[in-house]
């Protein structure tokens, strides 16, 4: 454990909080993006992927989700992150699914791409 955290502090950040919340801004086209991943960069120490999901009326409910991509065995917690329950397009409904977000990025305005 006391290894794989020495390695995260030897990961140098590609990200600052300034670009995560720059990308999170950007318009995005869901026809373009559905059911697609883009790796971001590094923060804190962690992969940063965008996440393009959708379910059966793709693209309209094509949805953004902006989260860390962690290693097995690192917390949430360990690089700033918080846990949030994101309700992801799923057949013909949705369900809650946990993603650990950037505490950076604004929850209220659209850290999903809304």
Not at 25 to 53: I, N, Y
Not at 72 to 84: D, E, L, N, Q, Y
Not at 92 to 102: D, E, R, T, V
């Amino acid at each position: 454990m006391l290894a794989m955290l020495l390695s995260l502090l030897a990961v140098e950040d590609t990200l600052s909080d300034e670009a995560l919340r720059a990308y999170a801004a950007k318009p995005w086209d869901p026809a373009e993006k559905m059911q697609t991943r883009e790796m971001l960069g590094t923060h804190h120490a962690a992969s940063v992927v965008a996440e393009f999901r959708c379910a059966d009326f793709c693209p309209n409910y094509t949805i953004r989700v902006i989260h860390y991509d962690l290693m097995p065995g690192i917390s949430c917690a360990s690089v700033g992150g918080v846990i949030k329950t994101i309700r992801i397009p799923d057949g013909f409904g949705a369900s809650g699914q946990s993603y650990c977000l950037p505490k950076t990025l604004d929850l209220q305005s659209g850290f999903r791409g809304d």
